[in-house]
C-alpha cells in the first residue's frame, strides 16, 4: 500500500492505494475512524493521479460524479451501505431510515445503516456525508459536522469553494 496527500477545501485528505493501485481510503484531518497512518505504507504524492484530479475537479464545481476504481474493505452489511451511498444523487440527501428502507430493510436498521456509514473509509467520492438525521438536521460525520456541511453547501451551490 502507499497513499498520497492533497490539500482541499476542506483541509488535507489523506489518499490510500492498494498495491493494485485501487482506492482504499479518503481520509480528512481529525478523521474519527482513520487507521494509523503507518498502516497506510510509504508516502508517495504521485500516486492516484486520476483521484487527486477528479477531487480537484469536484472542488471547482465541475464534477458531480466519480470514476476511479475502488477497494471497499468491510463487513458485506458494510459494503452493502457503501454501495447504496454512491446511489445519492449529487446535491441530494437522504436520511438513515430511507436508506435502511433503500436496503429492503425496516427503518429500524436506520442505526446500523449510520454505524455502518460512519466507518465508510472513502469519504467524499463514496459521499457518506449526503445521508442526514430523519428531520434533515446533521448528524455525525467521520470527517466533522462542520466539513459535512461544507460539503452539502457547496453540492448545492455547484461549485461555493
Known amino acids: 500500500m502507499t497513499y498520497a496527500v492533497m490539500d482541499s477545501p476542506v483541509g488535507p ?10 482506492l482504499t481510503g479518503v481520509y ?4 474519527r475512524h482513520r487507521p494509523p497512518i503507518e498502516t497506510f505504507g510509504l508516502r508517495d504524492d504521485s500516486v492516484l493521479p486520476d ?3 477528479q477531487l480537484k475537479e469536484y472542488f471547482a464545481g465541475e464534477r458531480t460524479t ?3 476504481p475502488l477497494k471497499l474493505v468491510g463487513t458485506p452489511f458494510q459494503q452493502e451501505v457503501w454501495t447504496a451511498l454512491k446511489d445519492i444523487p449529487y446535491g441530494e440527501t437522504t436520511t438513515y431510515g430511507e436508506l ?10 436506520s442505526r446500523a445503516v449510520g454505524l455502518a456509514n460512519g ?4 469519504s467524499i467520492i463514496v459521499p457518506c456525508h449526503r445521508v442526514v438525521g430523519s428531520t434533515g438536521g446533521l448528524t455525525g460525520y467521520g470527517g466533522g459536522l462542520e466539513r459535512k456541511q461544507a460539503l452539502l453547501d457547496h453540492e448545492r451551490a455547484d461549485g461555493l469553494f
Request: charged share 25%; proline share 3%.
Open 13 to 22: 485528505l489523506t489518499l490510500v492505494a492498494s498495491d493494485e493501485g485501487e
Open 28 to 31: 480528512m484531518a481529525e478523521h
Open 51 to 53: 483521484v487527486v484530479q
Open 66 to 68: 466519480f470514476d476511479v
Open 100 to 109: 435502511a428502507r433503500t436496503l429492503g430493510r425496516s427503518a429500524a436498521a
Open 119 to 122: 466507518k465508510n473509509p472513502i
